[in-house]
């Protein structure tokens, strides 16, 4: 896969939580809430990936991220990451709870016959 390695397993993780939204989720219709739910996470992580990478601690193998790179020496693929994740993770969520609300929906229906 070489380079776009990451950026495929990025994509996929979208691609696969997406029907959650399309099923009712409503993760992206609340930019807001997003936001406010995963820019503050991301920033911490940042931080920590610049500092990691400055010290010397870490970095990634350039066989499979593409070289853009933003300040600090840190890959897009990795700020990708701190967005595209919780993103995908909330809309699991979301996407459970809306199972749950509907499998207990049925059950108070079964229960009153």
Not at 30 to 51: K, M, N
Not at 103 to 110: D, H, I, Q
């Amino acid at each position: 896969m070489g380079k776009a390695e990451y950026l495929v397993v990025l994509a996929a993780c979208v691609l696969v939580t997406l029907p959650l939204e399309l099923a009712g989720a409503r993760v992206y219709r609340q930019p807001r809430r997003l936001a406010r739910a995963v820019l503050p996470v991301a920033l911490v992580f940042l931080v920590w990936d610049v500092l990691a990478i400055a010290g010397g601690v870490w970095d990634y193998a350039p066989e499979h991220v593409t070289g853009l790179r933003a300040p600090f020496a840190v890959p897009l693929e990795e700020i990708l990451f701190f967005v595209v994740i919780p993103i995908c993770g909330l809309l699991t969520y979301e996407g459970v709870q809306l199972t749950i609300a509907v499998v207990r929906r049925l059950a108070r229906k079964e229960a009153r016959r």
